[in-house]
């Protein structure tokens, strides 16, 4: 069965008028989680919000505040979000759709930039969505599922030192630290990815099973599922790094281009796994195709040994009473000799032609 659907659940919004909430995705059964770092400078405070209600104060304020929301499927949650912090509709809708590409939005007091997080769970890549809405100051990420030990562990510990460049820049820098953890992190993903391909590429050349075969298919379609999420962020990072939005400063721009080369490093990576992938599946397929030829190699030294001595058979089978030499004493054993004789010339024969 195929691990990943590439269309997930997207025909619930079939015959909803623009920006009607409706959650597209694997569902987890789950509430939302709210989570909040808010820092000036040595003030710093962490917490996690009871309640919606609790996160309007951060709109106003004059530091700089995180807003980390984890699950999709709080309908009424997200209605309350969108209002009170003057986002879009179109863009709640956006954010509830699992199934987005890579992008980035301009609006009037806010950029909007969709992003695909890539982890490894009981071995497996995982391709989850992070939305995120940078303001003047605020930035909201938005998560499909709560995770112990997600990527942004260490970004968070960097928040919580105090007199680093994170904790003294504004928002910009700081979607800036999320952007790079999320790219940063296909690097661990890829590596992990780089084993199983190693793992698997011994095991073809040893004993290239049907288990491993489906192994490698597998390994194929999340190379796709991976390659489809994470080849159009080249533009978006591209865009940032330009300049061209109002809620990014040049200084802060310099540092996407260095996001904007760790892209290029991950797509080359996938370019090539994925040409990795399909050699092996090719050698698969000579190696099987190899094995039917030695089996068929095998039948027909074997089936061309037989033939002459089956015709001998054959004619000495014959009820004819004028074959003298049926009457001869020693005609019994000087068959025999003949025909082993056939045999051990033929294999010399084949082991000179080094058909054996």
């Known amino acids: 069965m195929a691990r990943y659907r590439y269309m997930k659940g997207i025909s619930k919004k079939r015959g909803l008028k623009p920006g009607s909430l409706v959650h597209v995705g694997k569902s987890t059964g789950k509430g939302s989680k709210i989570s909040v770092i808010d820092y000036k400078g040595e003030v710093f405070d962490e917490r996690n919000l009871k309640s919606i209600e609790e996160s309007y104060k951060y709109k106003n304020s004059d530091s700089v505040t995180w807003i980390n929301v984890d699950g999709l499927e709080d309908m ?10 003057g986002i879009h509709p179109l863009v709640m809708e956006d954010i509830l759709n699992t199934n987005q590409r890579p992008k980035i939005e301009e609006f009037d007091n806010y950029i909007y930039v969709v992003l695909k ?14 939305s995120l809405i940078c303001m003047k100051n ?5 998560q499909e599922q709560e995770l112990k030990g997600d990527v942004f562990d260490n970004l968070r510990n960097r928040l919580r030192t105090s007199g680093n460049k994170l904790r003294s820049s504004g928002t910009d820098y700081l979607a ?36 491993v075969f489906t192994e490698i298919y597998n390994m194929k379609r999340e190379m796709i599922f991976i390659r489809k999420s994470v080849w159009p962020l080249r533009e978006v990072i591209n865009i940032l790094q330009r300049g061209e939005s109002d809620f990014i400063s040049s200084d802060t721009s310099v540092y996407f281009k260095d996001v904007y080369d ?13 040409d990795i992938i399909e ?17 068929m190699k095998f039948l027909t030294i074997f089936s ?22 049926l009457k001869w004493h020693y005609a019994y054993q000087g068959l025999w000799v003949i025909m082993i004789a056939i045999v051990v010339s033929m294999l010399v024969y084949f082991k000179k032609k080094k058909w054996l």
């Open 304 to 325: 061309t040994i037989f033939i002459p001595l089956s015709f001998l058979v054959g004619v000495y089978g014959m009820n004819f009473d004028n074959m003298p030499e």
């Open 76 to 85: 009424g949650l997200y209605e309350k979000f969108g209002k009170e912090f």
């Open 138 to 142: 605020v930035v909201i990420t938005f």
């Open 176 to 211: 800036y630290a999320i952007i790079d953890s999320i790219v940063d992190n296909y690097f661990v993903a890829l590596e992990k990815f780089e084993d199983r391909i190693e793992t698997f590429e011994e095991k073809l050349l040893k004993n290239p099973t049907n288990e």
């Open 117 to 130: 997080m890539i982890y490894y769970s009981k071995n497996v890549p995982v391709v989850e969505q992070v």
């Open 262 to 274: 760790h892209t290029i490093q991950v797509i080359d990576s996938i370019e090539l796994f994925r």
């Open 279 to 295: 050699g092996m599946l090719d050698t698969y397929l000579s190696s099987v195709s190899n094995k039917m030829n030695e089996v």
